[in-house]
């Protein structure tokens, strides 16, 4: 696993072995750059993500590369991605790591411009997740949401979204809402 663009172009990540993390695939992560590039331009630099069900951070650190001014990555366990994070020592003032249940988020210290989740495949936790982004305070007016789901996964869309874009990846759906 590596980042696929930006600064850190290159750059290989910790993965770690066996089936409790499953990262955003390089290809995956490269077309939803582009997508959003395509959509929203190529300056993220006053953007900030939340990477929610970040496992190895992979996405938020691929969003760090492409020049986001903020990451804050939120995991039930911070072992992975606190281990990638030692690579990007140079960054450490540009993101954050939460050690939190996505199914009990604590209140928002601040609103994000987007978010990025990829909740374990068919287990219910997606719409859960989002409920509590929007209980809590975690997202701000017009947020971005890109959510990631098996392609087979039933997923009922919350009524505050807009569905922006929907793509297939492999085994992954990736859905583009907006926060309304």
């Known amino acids: 696993m590596r980042i696929v663009g930006g600064k850190y172009r290159g750059k290989k990540l910790w993965t770690p072995q066996g089936k409790e993390v499953r990262p955003t695939s390089e290809r995956a992560r490269e077309a939803i750059f582009n997508i959003l590039y395509s959509k929203l331009g190529g300056d993220y630099s006053k953007l900030s ?3 929610i069900f970040c496992g190895t951070g992979a996405f938020g650190f691929e969003a760090l ?5 903020y990451v804050t990555f939120v ?3 911070t072992i992975p991605v606190n281990k990638n994070a030692k690579l990007f020592a140079a960054e450490k ?3 954050n790591v939460i050690k939190a249940d996505a199914m009990r988020l604590p209140q928002a ?3 994000y411009d987007m978010v990025f989740m990829d909740a374990p495949y068919a287990k ?3 719409e859960q997740a989002l409920t509590q982004l929007l209980m809590q305070n975690w997202l701000g007016k017009q ?3 890109i959510v990631e789901v098996r392609n ?3 997923f009922l869309l919350p009524e505050v979204f807009e569905l922006l874009d929907e793509r297939v990846y492999g085994l992954a759906r990736v859905l583009f809402l907006r926060y309304c």
Request: charge should be negative; include cysteine.
């Open 75 to 77: 995991d039930i366990d």
């Open 124 to 126: 219910g936790q997606t």
């Open 65 to 69: 590369s492409r020049g986001f001014n």
């Open 109 to 111: 210290y601040r609103k």
């Open 93 to 95: 003032e540009r993101f």
């Open 143 to 145: 947020a971005v949401c």
């Open 152 to 154: 087979d996964e039933r």
């Open 49 to 51: 993500l939340l990477d």
